[in-house]
Structures are given as structure tokens and as C-alpha cells.
């Protein structure tokens, strides 16, 4: 079974910076990972995508972060990272680790980021 463990959440002041970690773990042949990515989870909204990296190291960002945030992987270590600076209040969030493995959705437990103003 696949485990991924999401880390480097916390509280932050508006233009501040945070870096998230997630690892994944478990039965994992790497080279059947097709993407890693984080999605987010606002009060009162709907989870949406952040950023995600293919294993062509393809990137997609929403627009909300574009600029700001970067997708990156460590392939050797099945971990993908976002870093994220220029923090806004509005990108406090649940933040989701999610793996696609076999073309299947695997998540994370999340991660709190919150952005103060």
C-alpha cells in the first residue's frame, strides 16, 4: 500500500515563505509514478490544484500561484517539494500530497498552511 506523508506546513506572515515535503512510501516502483502534485483545501471550498510534476517533469500551476510557488521532485527519494513564497491570506489551505501511481490517485493526510495578514 502506498503511504505519503506530507510536512513543512505552518503559520506565516502575507509575503512570507514556506517549503512543503511530501514522501512517498510503500510498494513504490518509481518508475510507475506518472505525476506528484498538491492540491489544497480552503474553508468552505472546493479542493483545487496547486502544482503538479509529471514524470516527463511536465509542470502545471494554477494561476493563483503562478510565479510564486515551484513544483519540484527528488526522484531518488520519491519526494516532491513546493516551495512557496510571497505568501498571500488567501493561500491558507489544507494543503494534499497527491501521487498518481498507475495511473491511480494516492493522498496524503495534509498539511496546514496558514498565511496571516
Known amino acids: 500500500q502506498v503511504h505519503l506523508v506530507e510536512s513543512g506546513g505552518g503559520l506565516v506572515q502575507a509575503g512570507g515563505s514556506l517549503r512543503l515535503s511530501c514522501a512517498a512510501s510503500?510498494?513504490?516502483?518509481?518508475?510507475?509514478?506518472?505525476?506528484m502534485g498538491w492540491y489544497r483545501q480552503a474553508p468552505g471550498k472546493q479542493r483545487e490544484l496547486v502544482a503538479t510534476?509529471?514524470?516527463?517533469?511536465?509542470?502545471i500551476y494554477a494561476d493563483s500561484v503562478k510565479g510564486r510557488f515551484t513544483i519540484s521532485r527528488d526522484n531518488a527519494k520519491n519526494t516532491v517539494y513546493l516551495q512557496m513564497n510571497s505568501l498571500k491570506p488567501e493561500d491558507t489551505a489544507v494543503y494534499y500530497c497527491?501521487?498518481?501511481?498507475?495511473?491511480?490517485?494516492?493522498w496524503g493526510q495534509g498539511t496546514q498552511v496558514t498565511v496571516s495578514s
Open positions: 497527491r501521487l498518481l501511481y498507475n495511473n491511480y490517485p494516492h
Open positions: 510503500g510498494s513504490i516502483f518509481s518508475f510507475r509514478i506518472n505525476a
Open positions: 510534476v509529471t514524470s516527463g517533469d511536465n509542470t
